[in-house]
């Protein structure tokens, strides 16, 4: 695959970060996206980043109330959703299908936005994070300084498996570059219908030829036979926390 021409970067200080999510509104989803904002966590304590949503929001900063969130007041950048350009819903395509990993097809195509926008390109690396994971990027950071110079390479997060879970997708800017060029001949190669859309990333990855890099410090994962809870680990991501309490209590014994 050639190598991507992008945009020189700073040549000191530590690795800068583009985030981005999918999350439904209205959802208890949702408010885990409106948490993390209150908190500057996640998305939020990254350079920058992008939210995609089926319509475009102002994202209202929320803290924990009895009966839900209550909107809090925020000094400093006004966060909005960005439209999809594809349904958000999902459908197995065969009966005995798990429905809820069948999503490729959504996250092939905030891949494509993300690169329209471009934004990314000004920052050395990429990370798609799950809603329910919490996640610091200055610990992303201080994981990544010695890879400032990663050329095209990705992060592999968990021993077991197939090793690229979806939690937290660290990509350098030239591995997006280029999988998004190259994405028509992943989808010639593999069938992505029927992959969840980490392990078709990650096998269109590999079909294009790029570095893995093994950091297994960066996410700890449930689903990775991890444990996340009390989330004291010292790790840069704990997942999931799929509702709003535990994730902010998830929050709060990490930073103690």
């Known amino acids: 695959t050639p190598r991507p021409r992008l945009p020189p970067l700073p040549a000191a200080g530590a ?22 904002l209150a908190n500057r966590v996640s998305v939020f304590s990254c350079d920058d980043g992008m939210l995609f949503s089926s319509r475009a929001e102002v994202v209202v900063p929320g803290e924990l109330a009895p009966g839900g969130l209550r909107d809090v007041a ?25 429905e ?39 610990r992303v950071r201080a994981l990544l300084q010695p890879l400032e110079q990663a050329g095209m390479s990705y992060i592999r997060n968990c021993d077991q498996s197939f090793g690229f ?45 790029f570095t893995k890099v093994t950091l297994l410090e960066i996410l700890e994962d449930a689903y990775c036979a991890g444990h996340p809870y009390p989330c004291k680990s010292g790790r840069a ?15 709060h014994d990490a930073m103690a």
């Open 165 to 209: 879970y979806g939690a937290l997708e660290v990509v350098s800017r030239e591995a997006v570059e280029a999988y998004v060029l190259g994405e028509a001949r992943c989808r010639g190669a593999l069938e992505f219908s029927k992959l969840g859309e980490d392990l078709w990333l990650k096998e269109c990855f590999d079909q294009l030829g």
């Open 237 to 251: 991501a704990f997942h999931p926390f799929k509702a709003a309490l535990n994730f902010v209590q998830c929050t």
């Open 15 to 36: 690795p800068t970060l583009f985030c981005w999510l999918v999350a439904l509104l209205d959802t208890p989803e949702f408010d885990l996206v409106r948490v993390a």
């Open 74 to 98: 925020m000094d400093g950048e006004v966060w909005r959703t960005t439209t999809l350009n594809r349904p958000l819903s999902v459908v197995a395509p065969e009966a005995d299908a798990v």
């Open 100 to 138: 809820h990993i069948m999503n490729s097809a959504i996250f092939m195509q905030a891949w494509r936005q993300l690169h329209e926008d471009g934004r990314f390109k000004q920052y050395a690396w990429t990370v798609k994070a799950d809603p329910d994971t919490v996640f610091f990027g200055d």
